[in-house]
């Protein structure tokens, strides 16, 4: 069984900062990637930035220079910087972990860009 536990989403301006993280624990012994996606109100869930075991990585375009993904591989923590926050990045934001050929999420945890 794979658990995968979120924090760091909240309230904040634009042009602000957040750092979300996710810890995974459980049955986790060949973790193949580690990302996070988002789904705004009626839209679909989207990549927002994932990186593999080997450390390549792939944003949206629409963050790209605005957020970065680290992982802290001993731990089986991956985080996101968000810099630079606009409205449109309104979304819940959900951890995710490729792992033998399966995806895994986590719950989720609302980002809200707000003035």
């Known amino acids: 069984q794979v658990q995968l536990v979120e924090s760091g989403g909240g309230l904040v301006q634009p042009g602000g900062s957040l750092r979300l993280s996710c810890a995974a624990s459980g049955s986790i012994a060949s973790i193949n990637r580690m990302g996070w996606y988002r789904q705004a109100p009626g839209k679909q869930r989207d990549l927002v930035a994932r990186?593999?075991?080997?450390?390549?990585?792939n944003y949206a375009d629409s963050v790209k220079g605005r957020f970065t993904i680290s992982r802290d591989n001993a731990n089986n923590t991956v985080y996101l910087q968000m810099n630079t926050l606009k409205p449109e990045d309104t979304a819940v934001y959900y951890c995710?972990?490729?792992?033998?050929?399966?995806?895994?999420w986590g719950q989720g945890t609302q980002v809200t860009v707000s003035s």
């Open positions: 990186r593999t075991v080997g450390g390549t990585t």
């Open positions: 995710s972990l490729l792992l033998a050929g399966r995806v895994y």
